[in-house]
């Protein structure tokens, strides 16, 4: 169904949305397992179980309006989660892989952000007062959740990363190199 109308457009950012959350409840899981750091392995089971909610509320929209959701793959959330798998396969488990969890995890709320944002504009557009209620607080965890993960950063993930052997902060990859 091509999108025409504004009420179209909804429905299709909707059904995009449903389907990058149901690929989140997947890919979570296994997020935790590749985690070491326990505060990680926390906050993705923590997500896990708000994700759950927010499939919820997708459906609970869909009732309201009465809507029928497009049988649609979020492609965005499709390459994030790819992204994910391919730091599990290629980075061993530990300090480093733990950074490199938390940024593909920010990556993966600032697209849920973006979407329910848009979403909540759309709804306000529309007078679907009911719905954008249930989008804002969907919102509100993803932005909960991005912060977690700020925090989870700044408080000494990255730091142990760092620390790592061959990890030099602040070096220039644009420095000359010394000839000994």
């Known amino acids: 169904m091509p999108v025409k109308t504004l009420e179209d457009l909804f429905i299709h950012e909707l059904s995009d949305i449903y389907s990058a959350e149901k690929q989140l409840t997947k890919a979570l899981p296994r997020l935790a397992r590749a985690a070491q750091n326990p505060d990680l392995q926390t906050a993705f089971t923590t997500h896990l179980e708000e994700t759950h909610g927010q499939v919820e509320r997708i459906d609970q929209i869909v009732e309201l309006r009465n809507l029928k959701l497009k049988r649609i793959k979020c492609a965005a959330m499709e ?102």
């Open 79 to 180: 390459g994030l989660v790819e992204e994910g798998k391919e730091v599990i396969e290629e980075i061993e488990k530990g300090p480093v892989r733990d950074a490199a969890l938390i940024g593909g995890a920010q990556k993966v709320e600032h697209y849920e952000i973006a979407s329910y944002g848009t979403l909540c504009e759309i709804g306000k557009q529309l007078g679907y007062t009911d719905a954008v209620k249930l989008l804002k607080e969907t919102l509100a965890e993803e932005k909960a959740t991005d912060e977690k993960l700020t925090l989870l950063a700044e408080s000494g993930a990255n730091a142990k990363a760092a620390a790592i052997a061959g990890s030099t902060p602040f070096s220039n990859p644009f420095a000359p190199i010394q000839a000994n």
